[in-house]
């Protein structure tokens, strides 16, 4: 991808951006008291991401540092979610034990309520925006090569 679009385009995504993200940061942290959660929040971010690649364009080598920081970024998440999950085997006590919410319970419909969930809720939000991206990245490569 090279070329970006005409200024009204990127006018307009320089404007929604912020807002896409913080939307994203929303739906992530208030996923476990509220519709919503790691995923959907991911996608915003990484419709955010994209939105920002098309209206702009990129240049062939910062695509591959791009697709190179998301995929060790996406590892990187699930590794993180893969361990918070297994904590609770580790203690006999079952996978994905919301262990924090037994020992630190706070206040119902509060997000220190949550235990692990919002933690967990932030490393899939950061692994699948990071997968998204990967796979746009991987898409506008391949079609530049055609």
Known sequence: ??????????????????FIWMFGIYIIAHG????????????????????????FGSAPDKEERSQDFASKLESEALLIFLIMASIGLVLKLGLMANLLAKTHPGLP??????????????AIGVEVSA????????????????
């Open 1 to 18: 991808m090279k070329h970006g679009m005409s200024v009204i385009v990127q006018s307009i995504a320089r404007l929604m951006v912020p």
């Open 109 to 122: 419909g509060h997000i220190a309520a949550g235990g692990l969930i919002p933690w967990e809720n932030l």
């Open 32 to 55: 476990h008291i509220s519709p919503g959660g790691g995923f959907a929040g991911g996608v915003f971010l990484a419709g955010g991401f994209i939105l920002i690649t098309l209206a």
């Open 131 to 146: 997968a998204l991206a990967v796979m746009f990245i991987a898409f506008a490569r391949h079609r530049l090569k055609e």
